[in-house]
């Protein structure tokens, strides 16, 4: 096919882990419609994501979700270009799913498949809604599996600066609000709940905060759980808040390091914990202070999504093709990076 331009359409699939969702993007910035199918129904009773009810369910909804965001949004099935999927990282018997009908939904159509890392799609979230953002950029990805700080020089150009050395920020929030008895999953909860409470009520650590640009969460949750059993007394909303402002100032203390070490125009927030109100809330202040620009996606587009992986895929088919069919998913896959 000729490179992908402003009109070409592209399908996006993603089923990495406990979200069910197809989207048509065209042009790689303009979102014709985003399915997103939750499990979180299934997986609450459990207190977390099962890996197999999560494939099974995938296996029952990707065809009608995919329907969905086909038929319903008006859009004939000929019209779409390529076909984009999360090839990985996540879970495996869930990224199967849609890798498989992806490709599937490709060979009948005649059109190329494109594979996309998950995190990658995180980013382009932003362009979505902002496609004309200025490069570099730092981006802080944050999500249930990962916490990230990357500078992007351009497409497909990124430098890793730190990361998590133990739990991921979503993680974090999904185990202290599991402690906290707030249910599955954690963060929109302890998001809620933090919103009745003193942020300053309780001086939980900071771990890191003067070292370097990775984090770690794994004390804070200790700390939380210590507290509590020593003075049960507390309320949920100020050790919710309390907890939560310590995250969102490791988070936006580093974030706006890397950005004068880079020399960033802006600053993007990526993944399912870019959705917390504080962060967005501090993050928009910090960058008014140091002149940066920032991007901060809505809170649908920031939880996993399939425009996004669409997005990602028409910068992906430009830049490197369509990808041979005998590709598999990988739950380990890493972000190609710089050196
Ligand atoms: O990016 P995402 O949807 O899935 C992964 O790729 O991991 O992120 C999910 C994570 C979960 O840990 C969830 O608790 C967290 O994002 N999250 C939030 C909020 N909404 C979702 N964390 C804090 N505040 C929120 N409002
Ligand atoms: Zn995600």
């Known amino acids: 096919?000729?490179?992908?331009?402003?009109s070409t359409i592209v399908l996006g699939i993603e089923t990495s882990c406990d979200e069910t969702a197809a989207g048509i993007v065209m042009g790689g910035t303009d979102v014709l419609s985003s399915v997103v199918s939750s499990q979180i129904d299934l997986h609450a009773q459990f207190g977390g994501v099962?890996?197999?009810?999560?494939?099974?369910?995938?296996?029952?909804l990707i065809m009608p979700v995919v329907a969905r965001a086909v038929v319903e949004e008006g859009i004939e099935e000929h019209r779409i270009d390529a076909v984009a999927a999360t090839v990985g990282p996540g879970l495996i018997g869930s990224l199967l799913v849609?890798?498989?009908?992806?490709?599937?939904?490709?060979?009948?159509?005649?059109?190329?498949?494109?594979?996309?890392?998950?995190?990658?799609?995180?980013?382009?979230?932003?362009?979505?809604?902002?496609?004309?953002?200025?490069?570099?950029?730092?981006?802080?990805?944050?999500?249930?599996?990962?916490?990230m700080l990357i500078a992007m020089e351009d497409h497909g150009r990124y430098r890793l600066l730190g990361q998590t050395i133990?739990?991921?920020?979503?993680?974090?929030?999904?185990?202290?609000?599991?402690?906290?008895?707030?249910?599955?999953?954690?963060?929109?909860a302890i998001d809620r709940v933090a919103m009745e409470g003193n942020p300053e009520a309780i001086a939980f650590p900071r771990a890191m905060l003067d070292d370097g640009f990775d984090v770690s969460f794994s004390g804070l949750k200790t700390a939380v759980v210590n507290h509590v059993r020593k003075h049960p007394e507390v309320t949920t909303a100020d050790v919710a808040a309390s907890f939560q402002q310590a995250i969102v100032d490791v988070l936006i203390t580093k974030a706006r390091r890397a950005a004068a070490v880079v020399g960033a125009k802006g600053l993007v927030l990526?993944?399912?914990?870019?959705?917390?109100?504080?962060?967005?809330?501090?993050?928009?202040?910090?960058?008014?202070?140091?002149?940066?620009?920032?991007?901060?996606?809505?809170?649908?587009?920031?939880?996993?999504?399939?425009?996004?992986?669409a997005a990602c895929g028409?910068?992906?088919?430009?830049?490197?093709?369509?990808?041979?069919l005998d590709v598999g998913a990988d739950p380990n896959l890493r972000l190609p990076l710089l050196l």
């Open 1 to 6: 096919m000729t490179l992908p331009g402003s």
């Open 50 to 60: 099962v890996p197999e009810i999560a494939s099974r369910a995938h296996v029952e």
């Open 98 to 147: 849609g890798v498989s009908a992806a490709k599937a939904l490709a060979l009948v159509w005649g059109v190329p498949f494109v594979g996309v890392h998950h995190h990658e799609a995180h980013l382009y979230a932003a362009f979505l809604e902002d496609p004309a953002l200025e490069l570099p950029l730092v981006v802080l990805l944050v999500s249930g599996g990962h916490t």
């Open 166 to 188: 133990d739990d991921a920020a979503g993680e974090a929030f999904d185990k202290v609000a599991r402690f906290l008895g707030l249910g599955y999953p954690g963060g929109p």
């Open 270 to 309: 990526a993944g399912g914990v870019g959705a917390n109100s504080a962060l967005r809330e501090q993050v928009l202040d910090a960058c008014t202070v140091d002149g940066l620009r920032a991007f901060l996606p809505s809170r649908a587009m920031c939880t996993d999504n399939a425009a996004m992986i």
């Open 314 to 324: 028409w910068h992906r088919l430009r830049a490197d093709g369509p990808t041979p």
